[in-house]
């Protein structure tokens, strides 16, 4: 008898669709392992129409795998989905989470600061313009050679934990920000030693914002320029619980999204949905629209 086949991921996802759905067949591979496995069995409807329905060991497989999926999931990941889902997804706003966003920072050989403390007005990155083309070369023209070009601007990767834009049609009203989530004051102290890595996410966003459990930090504490979310009370294994509240405003600053930011948000996957994608496999009614 030949052995049951190893599931994966893409099990999961489709026995997960599966339920949440009519269970109309895909006749695929997936849904092949899956009875083989025992996790999907075959009905019709009293009109003769096949469908699939999840099994008792389907539903029990599908349970151990959520409680695992809770387990992983560190209290940092928990409040970042809270957060995303309580304040920026009703409010209209488009959310991705932990992006890798090329930004441009000024180049500098000097530290901006001690650990902690704002970072210098003059340091605020701002959106630099392309040198323009000439007929002749650096040299003659006494331009700036390619060394002073890279030392005047550098290139970061920067992961904000929540970037998000308006849903609008309008791109001056897109107004993306960055929300940078810490679950404790070592994970803050820590990412305020680093002046580039908050200069990053300043170029990304006209709005920054640091999000962190009451009691971690006084916005006092931090630097002038970025806002300030707290959670009161504690969240729960579903992310639920607590009370989020804004202490201080960011500073807002206009900026354009660069065409390279663009192309990431294109190549990512934002958070939410809906439920509409459960249904997408359902097709459309008899008759058409």
């Not at 999961?12 to 695929?28: E, I, K």
């Not at 151990?64 to 409040?79: F, I, T, Y």
């Not at 390619?146 to 929540?162: E, G, Q, Y």
Request: glycine residues 8%; proline residues 9%; charged residues 25%.
């Amino acid at each position: 008898m030949p052995s049951a086949p190893a599931l994966t991921r893409q099990h999961r996802t489709r026995l997960l669709q599966l339920w949440r759905s009519a269970g109309w067949p895909c006749q695929d591979g997936l849904e092949i392992d899956l009875l083989a496995a025992g996790l999907l069995e075959r009905r019709e409807t009293a009109e003769g129409h096949p469908f699939l329905r999840v099994t008792e060991a389907g539903v029990a497989w599908l349970a151990e795998a959520r409680r695992a999926g809770l387990r992983r999931e560190s209290a940092h990941d928990r409040l970042a989905l809270a957060f995303a889902r309580r304040q920026l997804l009703p409010a209209g706003r488009i959310v991705w989470r932990e992006l890798a966003l090329r930004a441009a920072v000024e180049g500098s050989t000097q530290d901006p600061g001690p650990a902690g403390g704002a970072a210098p007005e003059e340091n605020v990155p701002q959106k630099m313009a392309a040198p323009a083309a000439t007929l002749w070369s650096d040299e003659e023209a006494g331009a700036p050679t390619p060394a002073a070009r890279r030392a005047a601007r550098l290139w970061r990767v920067a992961r904000p934990d929540l970037f998000s834009i308006r849903h609008t049609t309008v791109p001056a009203y897109l107004r993306p920000m960055v929300h940078e989530v810490k679950a404790s004051r070592a994970d803050l102290l820590s990412d305020l030693r680093h002046a580039a890595k908050r200069r990053a996410y300043q170029w990304l966003c006209e709005e920054c914002y640091y999000v962190f459990p009451v009691g971690t930090a006084e916005p006092e504490e931090l630097p002038p320029e970025f806002g300030v979310w707290v959670l009161h009370g504690s969240l729960d294994a579903e992310g639920e619980g607590g009370r989020f509240e804004l202490l201080r405003p960011a500073r807002h600053v206009r900026c354009t999204l660069p065409f390279d930011v663009w192309m990431a948000l294109c190549r990512a996957s934002p958070l939410g949905g809906g439920p509409a994608g459960a249904q997408a496999q359902l097709g459309a009614p008899p008759g058409g629209s």
